[in-house]
């Protein structure tokens, strides 16, 4: 059975918030790397549900972050690429889902918040080569700061005070990264640590509740959404520093 930790936890808002807030309708041919995490199991959703991202960074694995795949088993979850409606991807399975050893939600006075936010999925077989599902290579070293990255998810792309029925299509804004030290007190009291990564828009354009796992990237993946304090404000959203764990994922691509 599915364990869903936290689709309206780290993100929060999600009962208001959607999706990417105030992003724009993406082109799949630009980021052929971003796929979905797909229900194959009627509970608790409906079979073919979308809930999260996920990344592909080569033709047998994806990343995305431990807080939806906890626990999971690999049968009842498939990753779906291919196209940027949410319902027309085409869904891959799953062989093994390896969360990291030391994940935890935790929290303080400002927010719910996840360290070691990461998780290795192995497909059953090879994602095809075409130019609507590509990897992206895995970050050697961070971006500077006030690098422009963009990040992608499924769902609305205005706050809204209602689920959006029907096709959903991926959306996408561009965010600066920012030295998690230049938030770390100001905001979140001190939980940032060096397996995170922070992004921010000057004009409230934010991932949200629904939009975890997918990617912050330029030509590498540099981080995956993980939690914020709210959705659609200045205030910057945390992803898994994804150069920080490049070592884990590589020790840890099951054979």
Same mark, same amino acid.
């Given at each position: 059975?599915?364990k ?5 936890i780290?993100?929060i808002n999600?009962?208001?918030c959607?999706g990417i807030?105030?992003g ?7 980021d ?11 509970i608790?959703l ?6 999260g991202?996920?990344?592909a960074f080569?033709?047998?694995y ?14 009842? @979850?498939?990753? +779906?690429? !291919?196209?940027?409606? $949410?319902y027309?991807?085409k =869904?891959f399975?799953?062989? &093994? ?12 006075s ?14 059953t077989?090879?994602?095809?080569n ?7 290579p ?11 990255? @963009?990040t992608? +998810?499924? !769902?609305?792309f205005v $706050?809204?005070?209602?689920? =959006?029925?029907?096709?959903? &299509?991926l ?6 990264s920012?030295n998690?030290l ?9 939980i940032?640590n ?19 796992g997918?990617?912050?990237?330029g ?7 993980s939690f ?21 994922i ?6």
């Amino acid at each position: 059975m599915l364990k869903f930790i936290s689709l309206s936890i780290l993100l929060i808002n999600f009962k208001t918030c959607y999706g990417i807030i105030n992003g724009y309708v993406a082109n799949i041919h630009d980021d052929p790397y971003v796929g979905q995490l797909v229900a194959l199991v009627p509970i608790p959703l409906t079979v073919g549900d979308r809930y999260g991202q996920v990344v592909a960074f080569s033709p047998k694995y994806a990343v995305t972050v431990c807080h939806l795949v906890q626990n999971s088993d690999p049968s009842a @979850i498939g990753v +779906g690429f !291919g196209s940027p409606y $949410q319902y027309l991807v085409k =869904v891959f399975t799953i062989s &093994t889902i390896r969360c990291h050893e030391d994940f935890a939600i935790l929290t303080n006075s400002v927010t719910q918040y996840a360290i070691n936010d990461i998780a290795i999925l192995k497909l059953t077989e090879p994602l095809p080569n075409c130019d609507t599902i590509q990897p992206i290579p895995l970050c050697i070293s961070e971006p500077a700061d006030n690098t422009a990255l @963009i990040t992608l +998810g499924w !769902g609305a792309f205005v $706050q809204l005070d209602l689920p =959006v029925l029907g096709t959903r &299509t991926l959306n996408s804004l561009i965010l600066l990264s920012s030295n998690m030290l230049t938030f770390n007190n100001s905001i979140y009291q001190g939980i940032i640590n060096e397996g995170h990564i922070c992004a921010f828009s000057t004009s409230g354009q934010t991932p949200c509740g629904g939009d975890s796992g997918g990617p912050l990237a330029g030509k590498t993946l540099f981080g995956l959404t993980s939690f914020s304090i709210s959705c659609g404000t200045t205030q910057p959203t945390v992803f898994t520093n994804v150069c920080y764990y490049e070592p884990w994922i590589n020790a840890n691509m099951i054979p």
